[in-house]
């Protein structure tokens, strides 16, 4: 399976902190994605890394992705309350009609 | 600017009772269109896709199917349903390598 497999399962941080996750998968991609999930809710999209990029920021995010380790971590700085979610990454293999691969995600909570 | 509905939010059905679960598009055309189910405390599972009305992949097979019988509409369907097809339901279209999700269905099997 193509399947990203976040880490850590869970995370606890106190606002203000910065709060890194990792993804690992197996073979070769095309883009990794991140999604976040507000709980009860659908996805939304953070930021798409292409297998050609290294690392890539939006306001308080950070995606860096490394094709030797077959692996990418995203950074929240300064974190807050409003960032207690749960993060996924998606893996794009590039097989045929374009379909994405979800890892169990990683629940992070945020204390005021 | 796109959007996307799911109904029903929330859903409790007898086990061997019908499903349907519709899904909408709006401010797109001929989107690449998904339904995933996301069982408690575990990752998004793909069931079907389709790329065009009528077109129609399944992922993994089991007693759900799903059509597709306008441009922007996804329905997702069963005539009996099961315990294990308890879980919440996500429609999604696809943009640029992107996928949009809807709020989800929340899909109780007793």
């Known amino acids: 399976s193509q399947q990203g497999e976040e880490d850590p399962q869970a995370l606890s941080i106190q606002e203000g902190e910065n709060a890194t996750m990792n993804c690992s998968y197996k073979?070769?991609?095309?883009?990794l994605q991140w999604y976040r999930q507000n709980s009860g809710r659908g996805l939304v999209h953070l930021i798409l890394?292409?297998?050609?990029?290294r690392e890539k920021h939006s306001g308080r995010l950070r995606v860096t992705l490394d094709t030797s380790k077959k692996s990418s971590s995203l950074l929240i700085t300064a974190s807050r309350a409003a960032d207690t979610a749960s993060y996924f990454c998606?893996?794009?293999?590039?097989?045929?009609?374009?379909?994405?691969?979800f890892g169990k995600g990683t629940k992070l909570s945020v204390i005021p | 600017s796109q959007t996307i509905h799911q109904w029903p939010a929330t859903l409790v059905q007898p086990v061997g009772s019908p499903l349907s679960l519709e899904c909408t598009v709006e401010?797109?055309?001929?989107?690449?269109l998904y339904w995933y189910r996301q069982a408690a405390g575990r990752g998004l599972q793909l069931l079907f896709y389709?790329?065009?009305?009528?077109?129609i992949s399944s992922e993994v097979p089991q007693n759900l199917s799903a059509s597709r019988p306008q441009d922007r509409q996804f329905i997702l369907s069963s005539k009996k349903l099961l315990l294990s097809d308890s879980g919440f339901y996500l429609c999604?279209?696809?943009?640029?390598?992107?996928?949009?999700f809807g709020e989800g269905s929340r899909l109780t099997v007793l």
């Open positions: 999604a279209w696809a943009r640029t390598g992107e996928l949009f």
């Open positions: 073979t070769s991609i095309n883009n």
């Open positions: 890394i292409r297998s050609n990029e």
């Open positions: 998606a893996v794009h293999s590039g097989a045929g009609s374009y379909q994405l691969t």
């Open positions: 401010g797109t055309s001929n989107p690449n």
């Open positions: 389709s790329v065009g009305i009528g077109q």
